[in-house]
């Protein structure tokens, strides 16, 4: 007959297995001299609290602030535009002139006095930039029979320069407002990933046609910015494993792009996919329910850690931490980045240091976001809800 252990022999056990996992999760790295305390990342995402010229509010430092004390590793803010006509949304955080310096000081100065460090992701919106917003045309990388109604600009040789030129100006004001590193967005719908897609780019010149072409602006933007901010400087890129749509990247293109990218020099990949404005993120994303469900992009993540060195930060529907101890035990990948679970629990990180191991509360609704274009910035719908229901009893 099998011996069952006894109550403290049961706890013994359940707790040499949770500082085991603790010291996985919890142990220090670091990306090109950036030291994080941990291997969890909060994912860059439209917070909907910047000024409509694009500056830091107190809001938004108190939103990045909360997160910092919550416990996470690192921050990567905001979704941040870095020309006029690159902007995607209302109320985006921008880093197009060198006016906006002094607020993101006080931003970046405030989430390390919380133990967390933090760095920029530079963006440009491409054709789905809000030109409602900016007056200008949107840029295209080619023509498209869905521009007949928008006031649409396709790129020239002459605007790739000025692009290139943004993105390493904006990566220079970022160092200068105390930034520990910043990510170049090239996945989801920017117009980098616009430029890396089949489905968006058609042209036929040297920004065209094959992959080496189709990457060209990105080598062109790293070794800008890598001249202005020095080789100390930590400089991510994060990229789809595959594009989801009809011919889009797929994961070979994307394992081909990422060793590229990785030969290059950039310091670390965050790895996600789909394309937001179609609505297909990925092939896994609408049904999360379950643990085995979870992290959907996974076995993407197991390819790329086969080909790349560089350290690579997995996103995409993590809930639970027994799942993102499994992936940083079985070497799927370096770092775990959520976006959404932090709306509803800042500080989700320190709860499970604390042992509380229940999986994050997030309720995949998305309702989140509705306030942030009624002007209000975004926040947990559901829990305001649940909070006020409570209260009303």
């Given amino acids: 007959m099998l011996k069952h252990p006894d109550i403290p022999e049961l706890y ?30 909060r994912a860059s995402i439209w917070e ?5 010229e694009g500056e830091v509010t107190p809001e938004l430092v108190k939103m990045l602030t909360t997160l910092a004390k919550g416990g996470v590793g690192l921050i990567i803010s905001s979704y941040s535009y870095v020309s006029l006509e690159g902007q995607g949304a209302p109320w985006q955080l921008g880093i197009y002139r060198d006016e906006l310096i002094p607020k993101l000081q006080e931003m970046t100065s405030a989430v390390h006095e919380n133990g967390c460090k933090i760095i920029m992701q530079l963006a440009h919106a491409g054709q789905f930039a809000e030109e409602r917003i900016t007056g200008r045309p949107a840029l295209a990388v080619s023509a498209s029979d869905d521009f007949t109604e928008r006031y649409v600009k396709i790129i020239t040789r002459e605007d790739v320069q000025r692009i290139v030129s943004s993105y390493s100006q904006a990566a220079k004001r970022a160092q200068d407002a105390g930034f520990d ?3 170049i967005h090239s996945a989801q719908d920017c117009i980098l990933s616009q430029f890396l897609s089949p489905a968006f780019n058609a042209r ?16 062109m933007i790293y070794r800008s910015i890598r001249k202005l901010v020095g080789e100390a400087y930590p400089i991510v890129i994060k990229i789809n ?22 030969d290059t020099g950039f310091d670390a990949i965050e790895m996600t996919g789909g394309i937001i404005r179609t609505g297909k993120l990925s092939l896994g994303r609408a049904d999360i329910s379950s643990a085995d469900k979870e992290s959907y992009l996974k076995d993407y993540a197991f390819r790329y850690k086969k080909e790349i060195s560089t350290p690579l930060i997995l996103a995409g529907g993590l809930r639970s931490f027994q799942v993102a101890e499994k992936i940083i035990s079985d070497g799927i990948a370096d770092y775990i980045s959520m976006s959404r679970p932090f709306i509803r629990e ?32 975004i926040y947990c719908v559901s829990r305001e809800k649940e909070e006020n229901k409570t209260a009303g009893h």
């Fill in 48 to 52: 909907g609290l910047a000024t409509t």
């Fill in 12 to 41: 013994a056990m359940l707790s040499e297995k949770w500082r085991e996992a603790m010291s996985k999760l919890f142990a220090e790295s670091s990306i090109n001299g950036m030291v994080l305390k941990n291997r969890f990342v």
């Fill in 346 to 377: 800042p500080d989700l990180i320190n709860r499970w240091e604390r042992g509380d191991l229940r999986k994050a509360e997030c309720k995949l609704d998305n309702l989140c976001f509705n306030p942030g274009f009624a002007g209000k910035g």
């Fill in 241 to 262: 494993c595959g594009d989801f749509i009809e011919d889009g990247i797929t994961i070979d293109d994307s394992l081909y792009i990422a060793k590229m990218f990785s």
């Fill in 181 to 183: 590193g910043i990510e």
């Fill in 204 to 219: 036929h010149d040297e920004y065209g046609g094959s992959i080496d072409n189709r990457t060209r602006i990105h080598l």
